[in-house]
Each structure stands twice: as structure tokens, then as C-alpha cells.
């Protein structure tokens, strides 16, 4: 499947369970890891838990498999799956402001879905 078809199916599953701040940055060239990262805040550590379990079944449902899962929101915060060629940051609203890692790559291109 193309990366960005892919993306819009992980892009509309957060929309679609209210996921916030939803930011899409195309890292392709500037990081060795992946080619994108998708950012988005939950409301509570059950909420960004969930956010994740939607995503990996819709991906999954779309022959995209997880290939890792770190952090529980319960503990961080903060959880990361990651697909391959696309990385999704799950955060609540106060740690996101505090890592604020979409300035760590401010150069990159973001993607409007």
C-alpha cells in the first residue's frame, strides 16, 4: 500500500476517536528511522491507550503490520507505535507542550489530511 494512503487511514481512525492536534510531518531524508511521524494528543492516559489500539487494528485491518509498540500512556503519558515508514507519537495535552518534538523538526514538510 502507498505510505500515504496508509497515513490517511491512521490519520482519519485518530479523527475519528477525537484525537487533537493531529500533525503529519514528512521526515523523509532527515531521519534514518522513518519517512514520516504523525504527532496527536489524547485527553487522558485511557484515551491515547485506546487512540493506539484503534490505529494498530485499522492498520492491521489494512495488511499494515505493527512492527513496535513502546510506553504506556498509564505510566508515560506517552506511547509510540511504529509501522516502518511511519512513526505515531501519542501524547496527553501537558507532556506534549513539554517535548514539543514538533520543533526538534521544525524543517519538515507537514502534511495536511
Do not use: C
Request: glycine letters at 6%; a negative charge.
Amino acid at each position: 500500500m502507498e505510505d500515504l494512503k496508509a497515513i490517511k487511514i491512521l490519520t482519519r481512525t485518530l479523527s475519528a476517536k477525537k484525537a487533537e492536534d493531529i500533525v503529519v510531518l514528512d521526515v523523509r531524508g532527515k531521519s534514518s528511522i522513518t519517512d514520516f511521524f504523525v504527532i496527536a494528543t489524547g485527553n487522558s492516559y485511557v484515551h491515547v491507550n485506546a487512540l493506539l489500539n484503534y490505529v494498530k487494528q485499522d492498520m492491521q485491518d489494512a495488511g499494515i503490520p505493527l512492527l513496535h509498540r513502546e510506553g504506556t500512556a498509564k505510566d508515560s503519558h506517552w506511547a509510540v507505535i511504529d509501522f516502518g515508514f511511519v512513526i505515531l507519537h501519542v501524547f496527553t495535552d501537558d507532556l506534549r507542550t513539554e517535548y514539543n518534538i514538533e520543533s526538534i523538526w521544525g524543517d519538515a514538510k507537514k502534511i495536511e489530511f
